[in-house]
């Protein structure tokens, strides 16, 4: 066998022809949108801020501002019904992030908040024998069609009932009046 002889050279890849481009691939905008992102989001890792490692909360974040179309796209992907991403998109308009996170998920705030929280809205609801529901960071009237949700951030989320689910109704507030009011009056101008 000779060690000498020579392989023979390859062609270096930029001088081969590329394939065509698969027609599901995203456009140009799109793919730059995301290296964009991920250079955002990794040079604020760098800087020490957390980032929401939730996929889904992620998702929402990357549609906001894309067509409709789009996002019913992803929403069957994700196997999300379209109507419940309209409804985190929204949530994501009003607050952000941390107001999807109150939208999709249980959290258990101080007992102390919650006490409070209820003693306030307690004050401001209307004179009803129905008692408020609690769960966890969620305190209900189901007879008004209002729902305050405790955030992470002890923020009042204010939430009303739309064809059988909730929906962010205004942005969040310290105050559990506020928010009660503020779903009240959302609940109003819906109605006509």
Known sequence: MNHNA???????????????????????????????????????????????????????????????????????????????????????????????????????PQPSLIDHTVQAIQRVRPATAAPLKILRNRITDAEAGVQIRLGPDSLCYPFTVLQDDWVLARRATPSPTEAYTAARQALRSRRG
């Not at 949108?33 to 490692?53: F, I, N, S, V, W």
């Open 6 to 108: 020579q392989l023979p050279l390859a062609q270096p890849l930029w001088e081969h022809d590329l394939p065509p481009t698969p027609t599901s691939a995203p456009y140009l905008d799109r793919i730059l949108e995301t290296a964009r992102d991920a250079a955002d989001r990794a040079q604020a890792l760098l800087g020490g801020k957390p980032l929401d490692a939730d996929p889904l909360i992620d998702l929402v974040r990357l549609l906001h501002g894309r067509p409709t179309t789009e996002a019913e796209t992803a929403a069957t992907r994700a196997g999300l019904r379209p109507a419940q991403l309209r409804r985190l998109r929204t949530a994501f308009t009003i607050g952000g992030a941390t107001a999807v996170n109150v939208a999709l998920y249980l959290n258990t």
